[in-house]
């Protein structure tokens, strides 16, 4: 069974950063890719950033020049670099891994950014 567990979330002041990391209980070249979502309060999951396992790197346009994903392929772990955040950034940030038709989530981090 995949594990992806998340870490680094938390409360942050307007224009600070944060970084989140995933990490997976297996390769994460054996995915299709990986990546980041999240879901504010009373809205829909959606797309942050997807990582294929080769490719371009897919950002939302809201997040472009602000958020930067990597990842380290020893320690089987994706990290999502958040900086000039905004009070809009605030939701649940969840890792998302494909593999054929089969989508493996995380459960969640929270971030809110708040002065």
């Known amino acids: 069974q995949v594990q992806l567990v998340e870490s680094g979330g938390g409360l942050v002041q307007p224009g600070g950063s944060l970084r989140l990391s995933c990490a997976a209980s297996e390769s994460i070249f054996s995915f299709n890719a990986m990546g980041w979502y999240r879901q504010a309060p009373g809205k829909e999951r959606e797309l942050v950033v997807e990582?294929?396992?080769?490719?371009?790197?897919i950002y939302a346009d809201s997040v472009k020049g602000r958020f930067t994903v990597s990842r380290d392929n020893a320690k089987n772990t994706v990290y999502l670099q958040m900086n000039s955040l905004k009070p809009e950034d605030t939701a649940v940030y969840y890792c998302n891994a494909k593999r054929s038709a089969v989508n493996y989530w995380g459960k969640g981090t929270l971030v809110t950014v708040s002065p």
């Open positions: 990582i294929p396992r080769w490719g371009t790197r």
